[in-house]
């Protein structure tokens, strides 16, 4: 597991690790950088690099931690890649069940998958599920599928985003998280996406994050992602769903 160093999450726990390419938010994928990297450092769990991996033994990982917390799961890959077994997601699950103390973040771009597979099981309480949205051709019919699933918080990540997403319909979505891209490729994201998506967030009242402008500034020029900061429009953007019966 891992410390925070997500702006929207607490822990990371990665039962699963490595991933195909799908879609262009694909392309720069931190993930890939960071698993090649763990790779040659020989750091355990990644000798296979980014290949998809099942790690059997973290399944149980959230069980000793006995602080409630707001984990991201499998940042480092896709929890429903199509070669992840249902059965192994089961298990995933049940840690989930078994530990209703903490809250759990799950993020996929394979949301085609969601409905069926949650059509013969329910989505524990305590996780929040969610789809990314970099684009208009791939990231907004991910959103039809997961508004098919009734869990009790769903949520969008449009990171890294990559065009205007036009008129964006968030009913039926709990969160909205923004964020450039980061990293020696960087695709640039424009100042007026980002409004774009904040204002149809701000109008049917859904909670909105901004996560980073990363590599780009809203001036267009080029920096490191630390300087260009998390201001959009002179001010932070942290609001977030109910966790817990508290609003963070």
């Not at 990982?61 to 997601?89: N, W």
């Not at 791939?138 to 918080?153: D, K, M, Q, S, T």
Request: overall charge positive; glycine content about 8%.
């Amino acid at each position: 597991m891992g410390t925070r160093k997500i702006e929207w999450t607490e822990q990371t726990w990665n039962p699963v690790t490595g991933c195909t390419k799908v879609s262009p938010g694909c392309k720069h994928c931190y993930a890939e950088r960071m698993a090649l990297r763990l790779q040659a450092m020989a750091a355990p769990g990644y000798a296979r690099g980014f290949d998809l991996t099942l790690h059997d033994g973290r399944l149980d990982q959230p069980l000793g931690r006995k602080k409630p917390t707001l984990y991201f799961v499998c940042s480092m890959a896709d929890l429903f890649h199509e070669d992840v077994p249902d059965a192994f997601i089961d298990r995933v699950l049940m840690t989930m069940h078994r530990t209703p103390r903490h809250t759990y973040q799950l993020l996929t771009k394979r949301a085609e998958r969601l409905p069926d597979f949650f059509a013969s099981r329910p989505v524990p309480p305590n996780v929040w599920l969610g789809v990314t949205v970099e684009d208009r051709r791939h990231g907004l019919p991910r959103i039809e599928h997961l508004r098919r699933v009734p869990a009790r918080v769903r949520f969008l990540s449009v990171e890294p985003l990559l065009e205007d997403l036009g008129l964006l319909d968030p009913l039926g979505i709990d969160w909205v998280i923004v964020g450039g891209e980061s990293g020696p490729a960087a695709r640039r994201m424009r100042e007026e996406w980002a409004l774009s998506v904040r204002d149809r967030c701000r109008a049917v009242g859904v909670a909105f994050t901004f996560k980073q402008w990363g590599t780009w500034g809203p001036d267009g020029i080029r920096r490191d992602k630390k300087a260009n900061g998390r201001l959009l429009a002179g001010r932070l953007w942290d609001e977030r769903p109910e966790l817990a019966g508290v609003l963070l």
